[in-house]
């Protein structure tokens, strides 16, 4: 139990092009969900909160704008990337959250297999 | 403000030897602790977690750790690494429902 899949596993786009990255908990419902990015080598920085149905929380320094994300469902959350730049290059992860209803103690992360965004 | 030192960056250990990886933890309150694994170019695995109880966890794929108060630490264990358990290690407290994970150390093991 307790899977998350992300998709693409791996993206290459142009710069000032917009890339979405889907986030889904297979068998548990979550309603938040968390963004992060890592830099090769370096740990995993949070980007933001996705709570379902309601807007993301970001974490200072991280551009809302430039990073959209949506959490239209228990099961999805999608992360945009806008007008991407080659500094946007990064590998993106996402983590669902389980809640008490989905039968864990509510406080454990669940991640992504990630997703490898260069963008030329 | 919670925060997360795993000491050491790097980690050689032969196959069939034991291994500890170091964490301590930095928390007002009652930590929620985690242990992750990632292989290269691959998400985190949990690999154990404390929340309160038995200070001595268990976990998958052989790995213990052990949470002590009085040092502020959730050292990981393992009695015998395989080939496989070669990875980046993560540790992690959680608050606010969130994570704030150490910066990592990478196994490297030896035949």
């Known amino acids: 139990g307790a899977v998350v899949s992300q998709h693409p596993s791996w993206v290459i786009c142009k710069s000032g092009t917009s890339v979405k990255i889907e986030c889904r908990s297979l068998d548990f419902q979550a309603t938040t969900m968390f963004w992060y990015r890592q830099f090769p080598k370096q740990s995993l920085m949070l980007m933001a909160t996705?709570?379902?149905?309601?807007?993301?929380?970001?974490e200072q320094g991280v551009e809302k704008d430039k990073f959209l994300i949506n959490h239209a469902s228990l099961t999805l959350s999608t992360l945009t990337v806008t007008s991407a730049h080659p500094e946007d290059s990064s590998f993106y992860i996402c983590s669902a959250r389980d809640t008490p209803t989905s039968g864990g103690p509510g406080n454990t992360q669940y991640f992504g297999p990630g997703t490898r965004l260069t963008v030329l | 403000a919670q925060s997360v030192t795993q000491p050491d960056i790097h980690i050689t250990v032969s196959e069939g030897a034991s291994l500890e990886l170091r964490c301590n933890y930095s928390?007002?309150?009652?930590?929620?602790l985690f242990w992750y694994v990632q292989s290269p170019g691959q998400g985190l695995q949990l690999l154990l977690k404390?929340?309160?109880?038995?200070?001595l966890v268990q976990g998958i794929k052989g790995f213990e750790a052990e949470f002590k108060r009085s040092q502020s630490s959730f050292n990981l264990r393992k009695p015998s690494v395989h080939w496989s358990d070669a990875a980046e290690y993560f540790c992690a407290v959680g608050y606010d429902y969130k994570l704030s994970f150490g910066a990592g150390t990478t196994v490297t093991v030896r035949a």
């Open positions: 996705s709570n379902e149905g309601s807007k993301a929380t970001y």
């Open positions: 928390y007002g309150a009652t930590p929620y």
């Open positions: 404390y929340f309160s109880g038995d200070t």
